[in-house]
């Protein structure tokens, strides 16, 4: 079945410190990966995406994730966290051919001064 | 940037009212989705539409439910019979040909009493 874990609810990180959300994922086909931060009402805005190639992917505000199909995980990482990012991350799979994402519970980032 | 746009953004209504969701995709993309969050639960697909048909549904998406594009700009969603249960955040996503990132609307926070 398909599906996306991510075991982490909540995380406190104080600023400055790195930042890592782990994202387990079980997909029958080539997955698509993605990463989305939802602030508060606000809507999802795409952080980053995996479709192939480098296993490392960039995305916006500096963060960036790694891809590793032998452990079913694209975790997210920032090397140092600003107060702005405290926002709740969703991690979601996909496969080819435009079809639903599957989305992971979120983890809720609190970014202590 | 173009957006996914959503009216309205907080819906309340009453038990056994029809209630519809209005979505305004991004203007080039071809594939709709609607999603919805239960409070404190995952991000959950409900419907996708392509070429004014719908696509896939999930087992949420029963009779009460249905999505129209009426005018080709405009993506709703309808609940006919509200139920408490129906109570949620609703996402409106669109993406388009050659690229399979979904974009996402703010979403509708839709409370039945």
């Known amino acids: 079945a398909q599906s996306v874990t991510q075991p982490d609810i909540h995380i406190t990180v104080s600023e400055g410190a790195s930042l890592e959300l782990r994202c387990n994922y079980s997909?029958?086909?080539?997955?698509?990966l993605f990463w989305y931060v939802q602030s508060p009402g606000q809507g999802l805005q795409l952080l980053l995406k995996y479709f192939s190639g480098d296993t490392l992917v960039q995305g916006i505000k500096g963060f960036e994730a790694e891809f590793k199909r032998s452990q079913s995980s694209f975790n997210l990482r920032k090397p140092s966290v600003h107060w702005s990012d405290a926002a709740e991350y969703f991690c979601?799979?996909?496969?080819?051919?435009?079809?639903?994402?599957?989305f992971g519970s979120g983890t809720k980032l609190n970014v202590k001064p | 940037e173009p957006e996914v746009t959503q009216t309205p953004s907080h819906q309340v209504t009453q038990m056994g009212q029809e209630v519809i969701l209005h979505c305004v995709p991004i203007?080039?993309?071809?594939?709709f989705y609607w999603y919805r969050q239960i409070l404190g639960q995952k991000v959950e697909f409900l419907v996708s539409f392509y070429n004014n048909e719908i696509s896939e549904k999930s087992e949420i998406f029963d009779d009460q439910f249905s999505v129209e594009r009426p005018d080709g700009s405009n993506f709703t969603l309808k609940i006919r019979s509200t139920k408490l249960e129906d109570s949620a955040m609703y996402f409106c996503?669109?993406?388009?040909?050659?690229?399979?990132?979904?974009?996402f609307g703010p979403g509708t926070r839709l409370t039945v009493t």
């Open positions: 203007s080039n993309h071809l594939y």
């Open positions: 997909y029958g086909a080539t997955p698509y």
């Open positions: 996503a669109s993406t388009s040909s050659g690229i399979y990132e979904q974009y």
């Open positions: 979601a799979v996909s496969g080819y051919n435009f079809n639903k994402f599957y």
